[in-house]
């Protein structure tokens, strides 16, 4: 069974920057698209940054050009690396595959990022 576990959020200042890991236990070749969710309160879970295979990487507009989303294989782990953070960013993060053509909505308690001054 895939698991994916969600760390490295924390409290930054605007124009800060964090990275985010999501470590999956299982073989990460076996996964199709692995995706960066957040929600912050009140608002829908949306779906900020995706990448499918090695390279192919896709972004929610408002993110584009400051978050990155990359893989390392060898460590089992996804990154997501956030700069030039801003206030509307603050959201509790969340990471997810698709197996099988299918989300996996095993949530967890996500990482929370908060930026504030």
């Known amino acids: 069974q895939v698991q994916l576990v969600a760390s490295g959020g924390g409290l930054v200042q605007p124009g800060g920057s964090l990275r985010l890991s999501c470590v999956i236990s299982?073989?990460?070749?076996?996964?199709?698209?692995i995706g960066w969710f957040r929600q912050a309160p009140g608002t829908e879970r949306e779906l900020v940054a995706a990448?499918?295979?090695?390279?192919?990487?896709a972004y929610e507009d408002s993110v584009e050009g400051r978050f990155t989303i990359s893989r390392d294989n060898a460590k089992n782990t996804v990154y997501l690396q956030m700069d030039d953070l801003k206030v509307e960013d603050t959201a509790t993060y969340y990471c997810?595959?698709?197996?099988?053509?299918?989300?996996?909505?095993?949530w967890g308690q996500g990482t929370q990022v908060t930026v504030s001054s």
């Open positions: 299982g073989d990460i070749l076996s996964l199709g698209v």
């Open positions: 990448i499918r295979g090695e390279s192919s990487t």
């Open positions: 997810d595959a698709k197996h099988n053509g299918a989300w996996l909505k095993n």
